[in-house]
């Protein structure tokens, strides 16, 4: 008697337990994006997911959606607030609503180079600006490369007049408009979705983006000129919603975190090599010419553009736009 009731309750716990742990859902992750997966942040995404799906097996599932196919620059932030997506990259352009900040990253000829931008993404005062959206319900995870920018156009740009009255495709970013109207150009904000669209149709004459995001996109294909400025930098930052996030337990926050970081370093180390290669592809297509700045015709542009750095410095903070400076070599 002892031993079949004895029996009965092993066989009510099992049953009790299996199907409680085969019941439990894995979490999922749904990681929007707006560009195409053969470029830096596409190909992030994608390796995130793999690692995820490796490391946290039947507890994660992430779902990547490229090419602005669940939420394009439009709605994707709203959506990650009602937690409808979980994880977006968006360009440290596309942040101005919930901090200013970051327009230091669009301030034009503010870092010598790649490795410049790199450098203070990796300084305290980056990090800083990782947690500056919290209060917006914002988590900053990383900052993922892309590249330095490039203007392409219909007409070749060699001087800032070369730029005058014409139309360029920018971000919605107040310090890319005045950019532009530091030239006498327009800055037209449209979704990264219609930059292509805008540029054959000759709505806009003028875009500026990193090769990868040129070639991805086709735009020089409809771009005879492509001027290898380097005048500013597009690179990301890795979001999530903080409330998604503080939810999760510490342990899988923790995995996750170091996957973060493993992505993190492989997309940066990537980037700049995918741009070269996106270079190459370009000016091997015999679409668009390549204008080549002499040191005074890239002088021209910097004395043009530099005084934006002014008209932003009380929303950006001057502590801010110091600390990028210090990253330069020749400061
Ligand atoms: C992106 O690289 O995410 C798109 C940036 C843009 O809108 O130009």
Request: glycine share 4%.
């Amino acid at each position: 008697m002892l031993k079949s009731c004895f029996t009965t309750a092993i066989i009510s716990l099992a049953i009790l337990f299996v199907p409680v742990a085969q019941a439990a859902e894995p979490i999922v992750i749904k990681f929007a994006h707006v560009v195409a997966e053969d470029t830096p942040k596409g190909k992030g995404a994608l390796l995130f997911k793999k690692l995820v799906e490796e490391r946290l097996a039947g507890q994660v599932k992430v779902e990547v959606y490229p090419n602005s196919t669940l939420v394009g620059d439009a709605d994707e932030m709203q959506a990650l607030l009602d937690n409808k997506v979980q994880m977006l990259a968006p360009s440290l352009s596309k942040f101005d609503k919930y901090t200013k900040q970051l327009q230091v990253f669009d301030l034009p000829f503010l870092f010598d180079d790649a490795e410049a931008v790199a450098r203070f993404q990796r300084r305290e005062k980056s990090r800083e600006l990782l947690r500056s959206m919290i209060p917006h319900g914002i988590y900053g995870l990383a900052y993922w490369n892309n590249g330095l920018k490039q203007l392409s156009a219909t007409k070749a740009l060699h001087t800032p007049e070369d730029a005058n009255g014409l139309a360029f495709r920018i971000q919605s970013s107040a310090v890319i408009e005045a950019q532009f109207s530091a030239v006498q150009a327009k800055g037209v904000r449209l979704p990264f979705a219609e930059a292509f669209k805008a540029l054959q149709s000759g709505q806009v004459q003028g875009a500026e983006n990193p090769w990868s995001n040129i070639a991805s996109q086709n735009m020089h294909t409809v771009q005879p000129f492509i001027t290898e400025s380097n005048h500013g930098v597009l690179n990301y930052m890795l979001i999530t919603n903080g409330t998604f996030w503080n939810n999760l337990t510490f342990a899988m926050r923790s995995e996750l975190e170091g996957i973060i970081l493993e992505v993190t370093q492989a997309v940066n180390k990537e980037a700049e090599a995918l741009n070269r290669r996106d270079r190459d592809r370009i000016l091997a297509s015999g679409t668009s010419k390549l204008v080549t700045l002499s040191p005074e015709e890239r002088d021209a542009w910097r004395q043009k553009m530099v005084p934006v750095w002014k008209s932003f410095e009380e929303e950006i903070g001057a502590d801010v736009i110091r600390a990028a400076l210090t990253v330069n070599r020749r400061h």
